[in-house]
């Protein structure tokens, strides 16, 4: 594979084990987008005796096995400092209290042991994170590959990162569509839902949880209340439910639900939900059809175009901490609401030759004020360089 760190993340990685200052660095992000592959370079770059060891294994979850790994991290920490690399923290039962005290012992006895925590579950992670590490860690994010990195990596062209997404481990199998599929719905999709949500989450309904991400890679894209959703999925379940099992799925890299952007806190909480996924791929490989099947068909191609939007602006969210809406009044919708503080950017997507009328766009401005209004495809933006735009220079 491809040298995957000029990605940016081994140096951010490299510069902060390098420096004199002690706190604990954790890099999270879904399955399958390199998190091993960074650290394993960044532990062939670094001048450093090091110890890595993985957690993803049912038989390793107790605290003991944490603290035999971290005496063998603290015995290579003499009079140069040491690295240790714990993979699959999320994997360990009571994990955050045990390596709280760990550290804090090194910190009181002056031990230079560095610590590195990789974690594939976002919402146990950061839970572990802000309830025992407080003012002892830093993060880094590894998020999905974007358009420009499988563009340069992989040589892809628009059309085939649209369709088959940015997980890097099954790019060598697009040649090979069907092996391609069942290598993202067999190690991705089910090892993800398997072992970092039903094994480590109370699930209720497995099979609603299951449907649920089917449902929502198959409306992506589209806004569906949560009784609407509960109907498709022929559940009697209550709502609360089908919202956390969102937020699970969310927490893996999977799912999101978009609040309506409303300029209130509360009503945006309580809207109905704009389903969007974080890699098209998930889409892809479900749907049974074939590239040349998808690309012909315009209407399909459109949604799975405006994915990719959504997708990018997921990804440029997470890793700059700003928030991401769907905007809807009556007939008047915008796609996407980009936030930051009160600084708005509006982006409406248009896959199909023509550019047409925009009124939800005018009626947002008018009622908003955004900083930016983008309109991206037929006529304004094309596609593939907003796909290569962190918008650094909008928001």
């Known amino acids: 594979m491809a040298n995957l760190f000029t990605r940016g993340i081994n140096a951010q990685l490299i510069k902060r084990i390098e420096e004199p200052r002690r706190f604990i660095q954790v890099l999270y992000g879904p399955r399958q987008v390199g998190k091993t592959t960074a650290i394993r370079q960044v532990l062939e770059s670094i001048d450093l005796p090091s110890h890595y060891a993985s957690a993803d294994q049912p038989s390793l979850r107790d605290t003991t096995w944490l603290e035999q790994q971290w005496e063998t991290g603290r015995s290579l920490a003499g009079r140069k400092a040491a690295l240790l690399v714990l993979d699959e923290i999320q994997k360990l039962r009571d994990w955050p209290e045990v390596v709280k005290r760990l550290w804090d012992e090194d910190t009181r006895s002056g031990l230079r042991l560095k610590v590195v925590l990789l974690g594939s579950s976002q919402l146990l992670v950061q839970k572990g994170l802000t309830e025992s590490l407080a003012g002892r860690f830093e993060t880094v994010r590894a998020g999905h590959w974007s358009f420009a990195e499988c563009e340069d990596f992989f040589g892809w062209d628009l059309d085939k990162y649209v369709f088959f997404g940015g997980y890097p481990g099954a790019a060598p199998l697009v040649g090979e569509p069907a092996r391609w599929a069942r290598y993202i719905q067999d190690s991705l999709i089910e090892t993800t839902v398997s ?44 709502t609360t439910t089908l919202a956390h099992y969102l937020d699970l799925l969310d927490g893996v890299g999977f799912l999101a639900g978009l609040g309506k952007f409303a300029g209130q806190a509360v009503r945006k909480r309580g809207s109905s939900p704009k389903l969007q996924v974080y890699n098209t791929a998930l889409i892809s490989a479900q749907s049974g059809s074939s590239f ?20 990018h602006l997921l990804d440029i969210a997470a890793n700059r901490n700003l928030e991401l809406f769907y905007w809807r009044e009556g007939d008047l919708e915008v796609d996407f609401i980009l936030q930051s503080g009160k600084q708005l950017v509006a982006i409406e997507v248009k896959s199909g030759a023509e550019r047409g009328a925009l009124p939800g766009m005018d009626a947002f401005s008018g009622k908003y004020s955004p900083s930016h209004k983008l309109l991206v495809g037929a006529g304004g933006i094309p596609i593939e360089d907003f796909l290569r735009d962190d918008l650094t220079r909008l928001i």
């Open 292 to 311: 040349d099947q998808v690309r012909s068909d315009r209407a399909w191609w459109g949604r799975l175009v405006e994915s990719a939007v959504g997708a």
């Open 195 to 238: 072992r970092d949500i039903l094994l480590l989450t109370r699930v209720d309904k497995p099979a609603l949880l299951r449907r649920l991400f089917a449902l929502g890679c198959e409306y992506s894209g589209q806004v569906l209340s949560y009784h609407k959703m509960l109907g498709q999925l022929h559940d009697a379940g209550n």
